[in-house]
């Protein structure tokens, strides 16, 4: 006679999104918040794995998600254009245009590797999250488009508000904004390969960035198309992207980028409570138009434990 096995109750389960291979965890119990469920080694191992993690019918409240963020993160930092809403956050309000993949700051000096969203108050329709896996991106491009990539950096110049850049270096090198003047640009100019910033007059700065369209990601290890090609510029004047030394990228390539970028273009319906965080070195996210204006969601950027904050 076989013996009874008492079955285990697990407080949450796993579903990888189908085609696009993100984790999705669903909490079971009423209450579980993300926040009590998981530490930093689980955190960082999903995203090396699936390169996105959707938390999905838990407890946590926006003050939880922002204490999240802190237990997972060495250093919090924030987009200079969007007003905190917490110590960590800060909502999410970038017009009703669709927004275009990108890699979080990836035209600036400095790039989070961790880009975290929560749903406040979700749209009734459309508004929808979008995400791309750069690895496969790269997997997918043709050899001859590839090796474009591996061989050449692209080149991001535009003219950014001299109040939006002493925030950013503010933050960034953890300075008094008051404190922020033309020598931190210079600073940074001599730190951060491939970034030129320039004075051109007392409210505009001119900044030229000079980088590859390929990362590494600080999870994984694995190469992947992870950049600001494809957009946004809702708070900034739009970036001329060319090759590095100035030629302009075929309108062939950008064909294939598009075409590639859509067809493993996720899009997620955000359902209140739900929580998201992103492998800012390896997959890209956007925004499908906003077609309920009632959606909140926030938002925030940091650097893992262990790793470099640059």
């Known amino acids: 006679m076989l013996n009874k096995v008492q079955s285990v109750v697990f407080p949450f389960y796993r579903q990888p999104v189908p085609c696009y291979g993100f984790e999705c965890v669903y909490a079971v119990e009423s209450g579980l918040r993300v926040s009590d469920s998981i530490n930093s080694e689980t955190l960082y191992g999903d995203l090396a794995h699936s390169g996105a993690v959707i938390y999905r019918d838990f407890a946590d409240t926006l003050e ?26 800060a909502e999410i309000e970038a017009g009703v245009y669709e927004m275009g993949l990108h890699r979080e700051n990836g035209n600036l000096p400095f790039n989070p590797d961790l880009q975290w969203f929560y749903c406040l108050e979700p749209a ?14 790269l997997f997918e491009l043709s050899a001859k488009t590839r090796k474009h990539f591996e061989t050449r950096d692209i080149r991001y110049v535009r003219r950014i508000p001299w109040a939006n850049v002493k925030r950013f270096l503010s933050i960034e ?24 910033y320039q004075r051109i007059d007392q409210n505009l700065i001119s900044s030229e960035f000079v980088v590859s369209a390929l990362e590494i990601s600080r999870f994984s290890g694995r190469k992947a198309f992870c950049n600001s090609m ?4 809702v708070n900034y004047e739009p970036p ?20 590639i ?17 992103i492998d800012n070195t390896r997959v890209m996210h956007g925004r499908r138009r906003l077609d309920d204006t009632s959606r909140r969601i926030f938002g925030a950027q940091s650097y893992r434990h262990g790793g470099s904050s640059q």
């Open 64 to 89: 939880d998600f922002n204490n999240l963020v802190s237990a997972h993160s060495s250093r919090v930092t924030f987009d200079p254009a969007r007003k905190a809403a917490t110590s960590n956050t």
């Open 124 to 137: 009734l329709v459309g508004s929808e999250t979008t995400m791309c896996d750069g690895w496969r991106v």
């Open 230 to 233: 494809l957009g946004p510029s």
């Open 173 to 196: 090198l953890n300075l008094p904004i008051e404190d922020i003047t033309d020598e931190h640009l210079y600073q940074v100019n001599e730190h951060v390969k491939g970034q030129a």
């Open 261 to 277: 970028t859509a067809r493993n273009t996720y899009s997620h319906f955000w359902k209140k409570g739900d929580i998201v965080v």
């Open 240 to 259: 001329l992207i060319t090759w590095a030394d100035g030629e302009d990228i075929s309108l062939d390539i950008w064909d294939e980028i598009k075409e």
